[in-house]
């Protein structure tokens, strides 16, 4: 899709342009609105929706119940499929399970729901993000009468609209051997990111959208976050030559992800350090 047309895209959208820079674009909006955006345009979409496991969000409720949280699922997910081109991939970064008030299989309920939806499943990478501060609710110590188990690990659910080959696009891959060898096995290994450092209470680290953007889509791509929080997906979009929308309803968090890409430029823009010919 070439810049003008994302820009009529972004133009048309009932979300709030709060920031552009170059061909990407920070959003204030609400992704459950299915007239958000009228026209497919999304190439890749890289995405970790709310948990709802009670994080104190500026904006939105993250203790609904079960039922509804299902609902809020289907509903943001359907809309991602009507503005995906038919091209589109889906990564979705999701718990595996919860095991806080009552436990529930999280993963698989929303695989279930995306597919529903229309979405085609391709594959779930592991994510072991080596959290292990989670392994202190054993429930029945050292007994069989309640005993819990705790995976220190997120999915990644890789999904896709009509077609898994990609037919369109630039077809200029910037991935290179080793990252292809490592990141096509299915297990990734990497630390999660610092809520305080960042300023948000629910950031994934860049190395997460880094390597589904490598890996599933052209340098040119338009890649989509329907909940960008503090920005990630979108500085990773602009670090690799992708356009990018990002769409984030609360104004607080789409500043943090304003001056986390222009902090971003900058660091681009500067000269790369010379040998002194003294
Ligand atoms: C898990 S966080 C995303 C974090 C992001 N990946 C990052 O690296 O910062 C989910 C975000 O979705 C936002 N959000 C919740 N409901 C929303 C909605 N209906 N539309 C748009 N954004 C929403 C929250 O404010 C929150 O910032």
Same mark, same amino acid.
């Given at each position: 899709m070439t810049s003008v047309a994302l820009n009529e895209v972004v133009r048309k959208s009932k979300g709030q342009l709060f920031h552009r820079q170059d061909d990407i674009y920070v959003l204030v909006g609400?992704?459950?609105?299915?007239?958000?955006?009228?026209?497919?345009?999304?190439?890749? @979409?890289?995405?970790?929706p709310p948990y709802n496991v009670g994080l104190d969000y500026n904006s939105t409720n993250d203790k609904i119940?079960?039922?509804?949280y299902l609902q809020f699922s289907e509903q943001w997910m359907r809309n991602c499929y009507r503005w995906s081109r038919p091209s589109a991939r889906f990564c979705l970064n999701i718990p595996l399970d919860k095991n806080k008030? !009552?436990?529930?299989?999280?993963?698989a309920d929303l695989t279930t729901i995306a597919q529903k939806v229309g979405w085609k499943y391709h594959a779930t990478i592991i994510w072991n993000e080596g959290n292990i501060s989670r392994r202190t609710?054993? !429930?029945?110590?050292?007994?069989?009468?309640?005993? /819990?188990?705790?995976?220190?690990?997120?999915? @990644?659910?890789?999904? /896709?609209?009509?077609?898994w080959k &990609?037919?369109?696009?630039?077809?200029?891959?910037?991935?290179?051997?080793?990252?292809?060898?490592e990141w096509t096995n299915g297990l990734w290994t990497f630390s999660g990111e610092s809520k305080k450092k960042i300023g948000h209470p629910a950031p994934f680290p860049r190395e997460l959208p880094r390597r589904c953007i490598k890996l599933f889509s052209f340098v040119g791509d338009v890649v989509f976050d329907p909940f960008l929080?503090? !920005?990630?997906?979108? @500085?990773?979009?602009?670090?690799?030559?992708? &356009?990018?929308?990002?769409?984030?309803?609360?104004i607080k968090y789409a500043e943090i992800a304003k001056q986390r890409l222009l902090k971003e430029i900058t660091l681009f823009n500067q000269p790369s350090p010379t040998m002194s010919s003294g």
């Open positions: 609400e992704s459950l609105d299915v007239d958000l955006f009228n026209q497919e345009f999304i190439d890749l @979409i890289v995405t970790s119940t079960y039922e509804e008030g !009552g436990q529930t299989s999280v993963g609710a054993w !429930g029945s110590w050292m007994s069989a009468s309640a005993p /819990y188990v705790i995976a220190p690990v997120e999915l @990644i659910v890789v999904l /896709y609209k009509d077609e &990609k037919k369109h696009g630039s077809r200029q891959s910037d991935i290179n051997r080793d990252e292809f060898l929080g503090s !920005g990630t997906t979108l @500085i990773e979009a602009l670090a690799l030559k992708r &356009k990018g929308v990002g769409v984030e309803i609360d």
